[in-house]
């Protein structure tokens, strides 16, 4: 009967579990990216003008529309999977409470005359944006409490009341610019649908602002 080394069976057997597990994580992330740019095109679609994807990598990826009908002048959305590749980077990342997630950017063809920033304090991008400057106000919508800061709190308010509470269940941030670049910037915590629902909720702000 052969000795094995001790030390030697140790090594394959993490070495196989670390292969496994590099296996595993690729196959979900290829899938995952492939229903979320799916969900993303049929989405961008609806925009109109001529969209293009820009790949970083296997688990990150930007769709691009230009010439989007009005009120939008560019649109896109930045896909960013967490690290799954290897188990310290999911441990580290799920410790951070890091998220697959999305960022969508909308530059509008007309100044809204209002600018604010709209967080949930429970996602990550909400306790670091809360955390980085002062003059939060409570805003609640159906039950869900966010945080609000604007130089003209009341219209902001106005504005986010006149869409439906559901429409920005999926947004983890938003900021909406004026001025001389006009646009929306929303944070979105991907989830099944969240990245279409994330698109619809930017269109249903954009929309509200044009008026």
């Known amino acids: ?32 990216v492939r229903r979320i740019a799916t969900e993303l095109k049929g ?9 293009k994807i ?8 930007r769709m691009m529309t230009d010439g989007t009908n009005p009120p939008f002048r560019e649109f896109s959305v930045t896909v ?9 980077n999911w441990a580290i990342g799920t410790a951070q409470g890091r998220r697959d997630a999305a960022l969508i950017e909308a530059s509008l063809r007309k100044d809204p005359g209002i600018e604010f920033e709209l967080v949930d304090p429970q996602t990550r991008v909400g306790r670091r944006r809360s955390q980085a400057k002062g003059g939060w106000s409570s805003l609640t919508l159906d039950g869900r409490q966010l ?6 709190e009341r219209a902001a308010r106005r ?13 983890a ?21 969240a990245a279409a629902k994330g698109i619809g909720a930017v269109r249903a702000l954009a929309a509200q602002l044009s008026d």
């Open 80 to 88: 960013t999977l967490r690290p799954r590749e290897m188990p310290i």
């Open 147 to 152: 945080l609000l800061s604007s130089d003209d």
């Open 43 to 51: 989405a961008l679609r609806d925009l109109g003008g001529t969209s």
């Open 173 to 193: 941030g938003l900021h909406v610019s004026a001025g001389t670049q006009p646009g929306i910037a929303a944070s979105v915590t991907l989830g099944v649908g």
């Open 1 to 32: 009967m052969v000795n094995l080394d001790p030390g030697l069976v140790a090594v394959l057997v993490v070495a196989a579990f670390f292969g496994v597990w590099y296996y595993g994580a690729l196959v979900y992330s290829r899938r995952l």
């Open 54 to 61: 820009q790949w970083f990598g296997m688990t990150a990826f």
């Open 159 to 171: 504005t986010l009341e006149r869409i439906e509470a559901a429409t920005l269940e999926a947004i």
